[in-house]
């Protein structure tokens, strides 16, 4: 099964293409990671993948066949974007009713759960969070609704060395223990080494390579992943990668 397939996939915003040309399957039961510089196509693809756009040429399924924003596909996917959306005025405690309310499958007391572990106050206002507290909220709020494909745009770009290693650590943990798959962008390399299995490299709008990370290790003679993205970036002539 893949949880995400496209053929010919592009979108063009006036005479400009974010993404063009884009055939793609990523396996279920993977953490694969988008790696590229600014403007290489990453978040295009996952608004595509999620349904807040539309493909201007090709197509994108999800979960096994299931048209990318369809009813069907959005009950199966839990999606984090950069800014961790929160209503920053309302209460954990508001958070988790609003958001058990707006979806059909909500598991409240694996929020309620996790966020105790966490130790995130439920009473707290959102905006009153740390960046990291935010973070895990956000990530909580959408693990509690049981996807079968998590889709995080950047997720740790904003956060601290230990809060970046606590977040992954969750991505990671869910992927082992609920087998959800995982598809996240990043720029920190040094994370996605602990958790991505599965590498897409994106540059000017076009995917460049893709494939499980051990098997592309091995044929490129590579000794980690961050080795191996940081190579082919460089051979496209792409911005300077965080480490």
């Known amino acids: 099964m893949n949880?995400?397939?496209?053929?010919?996939?592009?979108k063009r915003y006036g005479r400009t293409w974010a993404l063009r040309d884009c055939t793609l399957e990523i396996p279920a039961g993977r953490v694969a990671a988008l790696v590229g510089p600014n403007g290489a196509g990453k978040t295009t693809l996952l608004n595509l993948a999620v349904g807040l756009t539309a493909p201007s040429t090709g197509a994108v399924t999800v979960l096994s066949g299931r048209w990318a924003?369809?009813?069907?596909?959005?009950d199966g996917i839990a999606f984090v974007a950069q800014d961790t959306p929160l209503y920053k005025g309302l209460t954990v405690a508001d958070m988790i009713y609003?958001?058990?309310n707006l979806n059909r499958r909500f598991d409240q007391a694996y929020a309620r759960a996790r966020l105790d572990?966490?130790?995130i106050p439920v009473k707290r206002r959102a905006?009153?969070?740390s960046g990291g507290q935010q973070a895990q909220l956000a990530l909580t709020l959408a693990l509690?609704?049981?996807p079968r494909l998590l889709v995080l745009d950047e997720p740790v770009a904003a956060?601290?060395?230990v809060a970046r290693h606590d977040f992954m650590a969750t991505v990671r943990a869910a992927a082992d223990a609920d087998g959800v798959s995982v598809l996240l962008s990043s720029h920190v390399l040094t994370e996605l080494e602990r958790v991505a299995g599965y590498l897409v490299l994106m540059s000017g709008g076009q995917v460049r390579l893709a494939g499980e990370v051990?098997?592309?290790l091995g044929t490129h003679g590579k000794a980690s992943l961050e080795e191996l993205a940081l190579h082919f970036l460089r051979e496209t002539q792409t911005p300077e990668v965080t480490r």
């Not at 924003?69 to 959005?74: D, P, V």
């Open 69 to 74: 924003g369809s009813s069907a596909a959005l």
């Open 127 to 129: 905006g009153k969070l």
């Open 98 to 100: 609003l958001t058990r």
């Open 3 to 10: 949880v995400v397939e496209a053929s010919g996939l592009g």
């Open 214 to 216: 051990d098997d592309l």
């Open 144 to 146: 509690a609704r049981r």
């Open 159 to 161: 956060l601290d060395p």
């Open 117 to 119: 572990e966490l130790g």
